[in-house]
């Protein structure tokens, strides 16, 4: 496929003509690339989806120039174009179904609207095919006639003797029902004679069995006999042991005990355990009261005492006192 390219060139008489050099033209996809390609190539085609481009005002506010920490803090604004939004719509997974009486309405959400260039125009087109028939039945397939049609007479006796042939046959059929009766009848007997051996054996075993079971009872009995007889005699060899230990602890308790009582005795009496109780009712009784009212009456005598020393004092002090103004008013009378 060949292509022209547009070429303007000037004529001797001062026009333009048109001419155009042959040239191949580029290999095209037969279908379009999908959104999520073209929005990629449009993006790194585009100066605006480059993130060091920085949009907006890059001026400082007194200075007039330039802040760079302003210029920072600011980011690109990038707006998505409808391709990127329809990508986007295919990987986000689909809305919930509407409640009854409500529908589903597509609207921008972004903060800047921009118009919707790409929309696909659609029409609905339809058509109706015939109805499929069915497939007709297959003939039956007949092989087409070759040959002559001839006949042959067969009398009787000319293929078959019945008498003749079936001589064999009954033979055979005897012989084997004969066989197979022998085979029953020593079946039977043998059967007979095993179920004869088998009750001669269970009976033999029965026996056998019992015979066990009776030796093994008395093996039982005995071991039982044995068991009680041996407990019997650990029990007497633990009373007579245990009547010999009480015994012998009885002699060492009388004997040991015959000079105890008399000490114990004396030590209790000594510390008071053993008492008469007229002394101990004067001594815990009789005792501490007249102690007490001894007491009583030697604070009562005290008191009394002290009283009266105290009043021979004041009466004293108040004689030697009017006794001294006596004196001083003699010796102020005096010339």
Same mark, same amino acid.
């Given at each position: 496929?060949?292509?022209?390219?547009?070429?303007?060139?000037? !004529?001797?008489?001062?026009?333009?003509?048109?001419?155009?050099?042959?040239?191949?033209?580029?290999?095209?996809?037969?279908?379009?690339?999908?959104?999520?390609?073209?929005?990629?190539?449009?993006?790194?085609?585009?100066?605006?989806?480059?993130?060091?481009?920085?949009?907006?005002?890059?001026?400082?506010?007194?200075?007039?120039?330039?802040?760079?920490?302003?210029?920072?803090?600011?980011?690109?604004?990038?707006?998505?174009?409808?391709?990127?939004?329809?990508?986007?719509?295919?990987?986000?997974?689909?809305?919930?179904?509407?409640?009854?009486?409500?529908?589903?309405?597509?609207?921008?959400?972004?903060?800047?609207?921009?118009?919707?260039?790409?929309?696909?125009?659609?029409?609905?087109?339809?058509?109706?095919? !015939?109805?499929?028939?069915?497939?007709?039945?297959?003939?039956?397939?007949?092989?087409?006639?070759?040959?002559? !049609?001839?006949?042959?007479?067969?009398?009787?006796?000319?293929?078959?003797?019945? !008498?003749?042939?079936?001589?064999?046959?009954?033979?055979?059929?005897?012989?084997?029902?004969?066989?197979?009766?022998?085979?029953?009848?020593?079946?039977?007997?043998?059967?007979?004679?095993?179920?004869?051996?088998?009750?001669?054996?269970?009976?033999?075993?029965?026996?056998?069995?019992?015979?066990?079971?009776?030796?093994?009872?008395?093996?039982?009995?005995?071991?039982?006999?044995?068991?009680?007889?041996?407990?019997?005699?650990?029990?007497?060899?633990?009373?007579?042991?245990?009547?010999?230990?009480?015994?012998?602890?009885?002699?060492?308790?009388?004997?040991?005990?015959?000079?105890?009582?008399?000490?114990?005795?004396?030590?209790?009496?000594?510390?008071?355990?053993?008492?008469?109780?007229?002394?101990?009712?004067?001594?815990?009784?009789?005792?501490?009261?007249?102690?007490?009212?001894?007491?009583?009456?030697?604070?009562?005598?005290?008191?009394?005492?002290?009283?009266?020393?105290?009043?021979?004092?004041?009466?004293?002090?108040?004689?030697?006192?009017?006794?001294?103004?006596?004196?001083?008013?003699?010796?102020?009378?005096?010339?």
């Amino acid at each position: 496929i060949m292509a022209f390219a547009p070429h303007h060139r000037r !004529d001797g008489g001062g026009l333009y003509s048109f001419s155009s050099r042959p040239r191949a033209v580029e290999s095209r996809p037969r279908y379009r690339e999908p959104p999520a390609a073209r929005s990629m190539q449009r993006a790194h085609g585009n100066i605006m989806y480059d993130r060091r481009v920085v949009r907006g005002n890059t001026y400082g506010r007194h200075t007039g120039r330039p802040d760079p920490a302003e210029t920072r803090r600011q980011p690109a604004v990038r707006q998505r174009s409808p391709a990127q939004r329809a990508a986007r719509e295919q990987l986000r997974g689909s809305s919930p179904e509407a409640l009854l009486g409500r529908k589903h309405v597509h609207m921008q959400t972004e903060r800047y609207l921009e118009e919707l260039s790409e929309v696909l125009v659609s029409e609905n087109a339809e058509c109706q095919t !015939d109805a499929f028939l069915d497939r007709p039945a297959s003939p039956l397939f007949v092989p087409a006639k070759s040959g002559k !049609d001839v006949a042959t007479q067969i009398e009787e006796g000319d293929l078959f003797d019945f !008498d003749v042939e079936v001589q064999p046959v009954l033979e055979v059929l005897v012989g084997k029902v004969m066989e197979q009766s022998l085979l029953e009848v020593m079946e039977e007997e043998e059967l007979a004679s095993l179920k004869a051996q088998q009750r001669t054996f269970e009976e033999l075993r029965n026996s056998r069995l019992a015979e066990v079971q009776r030796l093994q009872e008395q093996e039982r009995r005995h071991s039982q006999e044995r068991e009680r007889r041996i407990a019997q005699q650990k029990e007497v060899l633990r009373k007579e042991k245990e009547t010999a230990e009480k015994i012998a602890a009885r002699a060492i308790t009388q004997q040991y005990l015959a000079g105890l009582q008399p000490a114990v005795f004396s030590s209790l009496r000594g510390h008071g355990f053993f008492y008469d109780p007229v002394e101990r009712d004067v001594e815990t009784n009789f005792l501490p009261w007249l102690m007490a009212e001894v007491n009583d009456t030697l604070r009562k005598r005290s008191t009394a005492r002290q009283t009266l020393d105290n009043l021979i004092q004041d009466v004293c002090r108040k004689r030697v006192e009017a006794f001294m103004e006596l004196e001083a008013q003699q010796h102020t009378n005096d010339p």
